[in-house]
């Protein structure tokens, strides 16, 4: 297992769901993306941006709760998935013993951001991305990019030169439509008499 801290909240760029991101802290070009809900989401960068609410909400209630009946967390871990989740326990310390509370990777980071615990994952289990490879992939992309727009506007540039003359017909209904006013649509008096038919 390695330890990793939230480096920050993406947006997936196909769903719009968040993605927190965990950075290994030896290695911090090193990311594990996991998706998480909404909520859970605002509970990171509530915390990491050090807003004080005035009522404890849900991870601040549950740190609460913990500390009231004399435990502390001493880490959380990302250890499995499962069905395409990814399973996390929070470890409590309480009296010299460890209790392990199942737990989804979201919630068991807010927990962990709470009370200043480590968190852990098992490299094997999440999914790994270099930021240099996608930096890397970034710039590669662009230029390449680049290069197809500017072969698209060279292919554009030579249809528009070789498109045939614009067809006859079409050219006078685009001549009748710039013509039309709004009266051309108005009942006449004949019309009206056949309207009740």
Do not use: C
């Amino acid at each position: 297992m390695i330890q990793v801290k939230v480096r920050n909240i993406g947006l997936d760029s196909i769903t719009g769901a968040p993605i927190v991101m965990l950075s290994d802290i030896n290695n911090e070009d090193e990311i594990y993306p996991i998706w998480i809900g909404v909520a859970e989401a605002e509970g990171i960068i509530l915390k990491q941006s050090g807003v004080e609410t005035p009522r404890p909400l849900t991870y601040d209630l549950l740190k609460n709760v913990i500390e009231s009946l004399g435990g502390t967390v001493k880490h959380v871990a990302i250890i499995d998935k499962k069905d395409n989740a990814y399973i996390a326990e929070i470890v409590i310390e309480k009296d010299g013993e460890e209790i392990k509370i199942d737990s989804r990777p979201s919630d068991a980071i807010n927990v962990a951001l709470r009370f200043d615990a480590p968190i852990y994952l098992e490299e094997t289990v999440v999914q790994k991305v270099n930021i240099k490879d996608i930096k890397t992939a970034d710039k590669t992309s662009s230029a390449e990019g680049q290069e197809e727009a500017l072969q698209n506007t060279e292919t554009s540039a030579e249809a528009v030169k070789t498109e045939p003359e614009v067809d006859k017909e079409l050219e006078e209904f685009r001549k009748m439509l710039e013509n039309i006013k709004p009266e051309d649509f108005a009942l006449k008096p004949e019309d009206k008499k056949n309207e009740g038919n």
